[in-house]
């Protein structure tokens, strides 16, 4: 048989957590899902980085993600394959590009190999806090899927 047939025993939330921490401090692409005050969905891949509280990505103030990030104030994002998802539903705070700290474009530019300061478009800074965070493997890896809630780590 094969593993998707018979996929590996389930990780226990402290592996799963340590594994989203992990993908968080490494990883340099997330999708990123915001809707229209209409309810209209837009989905787009953006490069981010983690500060260990929250995520930040730069994208074009006019932008629909832009737009629809600003209007809205929330954001679902994913990370990695389908078959080793991390989901993450956050609120949203955006900022002018000048009034985040110089180290912290600076850490964004090095992480990601994108730095929207030197850009003639009009970006803005998204700070998108996880409120609840959700990972999972397989089906056998569903029950327990959910790491954060309100804000707050699981135990």
């Known amino acids: ?26 990883d340099v692409d997330v999708w990123v899902a915001s809707a229209a005050p209409d309810g209209m969905p837009y989905l787009v891949p953006l490069s981010f980085s983690w500060d260990g509280e ?7 103030a006019e932008s629909q993600t832009g737009r629809n990030l600003a209007a809205t104030g929330t954001a679902r994002l994913a990370l990695g394959p389908t078959r080793d998802v991390t989901v ?9 590009l000048e009034a985040l700290p110089r180290e912290h474009g600076d850490r964004f530019a090095a992480r990601s190999g994108f730095d929207p300061r030197g850009l003639a478009a009009r970006y803005r800074w998204f700070r998108i806090t996880p409120r609840r965070i959700q990972a999972w493997r397989e089906v056998n890896e569903l029950p327990g899927r959910e790491l954060m809630r309100g804000g707050r780590w699981l135990d």
């Open 54 to 60: 929250a995520l930040w990505v730069a994208t074009p």
């Open 1 to 26: 048989m094969t593993a998707a047939t018979h996929p590996a025993e389930p990780r226990t939330r402290a592996l799963r957590r340590r594994d989203t921490e992990h993908r968080l401090a490494h």
């Open 88 to 96: 993450i539903d956050g609120e949203v705070e955006f900022f002018e």
